[in-house]
């Protein structure tokens, strides 16, 4: 089985800043892409950010030069560096992985969401 846990969402003044991490565990093979979705109230779920198995990163334009994205290999872990925090920014965001995946001796490619977690900014 495959887990994405997520953790640093919460609540923040505009202007502010704050770190989401997303850790991958299981029977992963290798990683194709890592990033994040958010969805605010009303709305649907939208890109932010993603990154390749390589250095190769995409930003929504809403977020270029103010969100960074990096990752640790050896951790299977991504990190989105939200800085200059705005109200807009507020929802629920996702960790997603494309991944490719070995089960009972079988190797597949599938995409796995993380449970999502809150980021709140005030004015």
């Known amino acids: 089985q495959v887990q994405l846990v997520e953790s640093g969402g919460g609540l923040v003044q505009a202007g502010g800043s704050l770190r989401l991490s997303c850790a991958a565990s299981?029977?992963?093979?290798?990683?194709?892409?890592m990033g994040w979705y958010r969805q605010a109230p009303g709305k649907q779920r939208e890109l932010v950010a993603i990154?390749?198995?390589?250095?190769?990163?995409n930003y929504s334009d809403f977020v270029k030069g103010r969100f960074t994205l990096f990752r640790d290999n050896a951790k299977n872990t991504v990190y989105l560096q939200m800085n200059s925090l705005k109200p807009e920014d507020t929802a629920v965001y996702y960790c997603?992985?494309?991944?490719?995946?070995?089960?009972?001796?079988?190797?597949?490619?599938?995409?796995?969401w993380g449970q999502g977690t809150q980021v709140s900014v005030s004015t």
């Open positions: 997603n992985a494309d991944l490719n995946v070995q089960r009972w001796g079988l190797y597949s490619r599938r995409q796995y």
């Open positions: 299981g029977s992963i093979v290798s990683i194709n892409t």
């Open positions: 990154i390749t198995s390589g250095t190769s990163t």
